[in-house]
């Protein structure tokens, strides 16, 4: 159990692994580090502290999401450390690019948001990690081990916050019950059987043969009359209320 003021650690399928890291274990390669923060000062103390960190190696900077996902594509990093809000594109609106040009790339959000829409759009965005930047300089370095090892960390206060958003998700969902499922297309249900495989809009416009503001309209109108605010929303949703079935 992580202490009062440090992350809270949620543990993957790595776990041992990451127990044999934070007992001394060696790695073969240090840690790649991206660092992301439109405040080239903040940027340049964390290369610092980072540097000290024998089993981790900061291999780029950018001062926002556009430039993030340019430095991603071409360094490959394992781990991106990015803040939320910045200039020309945000942290969060860089997740997806981000995951799709370097998918093994790690997003751990370092932020002084404490605002719950940006911790749930973060983690809906593939973050993995969201630390408030009030931790120390130590307990970053920690985070980047966990992260890198299999794990999620989020602070203690965004921890409680997600918590009540779930809860919140959930009422919602049962409140959506007492009504009855609104009637989806045709073509609204092959979409929603493509998102669910996990495919985006410009390979489910190739598998349908349609364009791909065509798909955006479908995805838009199907979370419309489900009254939901994501695509995976909408599967889940859809699955529940046996509107689709995945084998």
Known sequence: MADRFGPVLVPGEDDGESACADRGGAREEPI??????????FRRGLEIVLAQEEDIQVVGEAGDGAEAVDKAADLL?????????????????????IKEVAPSAKIIMLTISDEEADL????KAGATGYLLKEISTDEVAT????????????????????????????????ERRLV???????????????????????DIAKELF??????????????????????????????????????
């Open 32 to 41: 790649r580090v991206l660092v992301v923060d439109d405040h080239a000062l």
């Open 77 to 97: 990093p394992d781990i991106v450390l990015m803040d939320v809000r910045m200039p020309k594109r945000g942290g969060i609106e860089a997740c997806t690019s």
């Open 120 to 123: 749930y759009d973060a983690i």
């Open 143 to 174: 985070a980047i081990r966990a992260v890198a090892d299999g794990q999620s960390q989020i602070s203690p206060s965004m921890a409680s916050k997600l918590l009540t958003e779930f809860k919140s998700m959930i009422q919602r969902t049962d």
């Open 180 to 202: 009855p499922a609104p009637r989806l297309t045709d073509r609204e249900l092959e979409v929603l059987k493509l998102v669910a495989t996990g495919m985006n809009n410009r």
């Open 210 to 247: 349609i364009s791909e503001n065509t798909v955006k309209n479908h995805v838009r109108n199907i979370l419309e009359k489900l009254q939901l605010h994501s695509r995976m929303e909408a599967v889940v949703y859809a699955m529940r209320e046996k509107i689709l079935e995945i084998r």
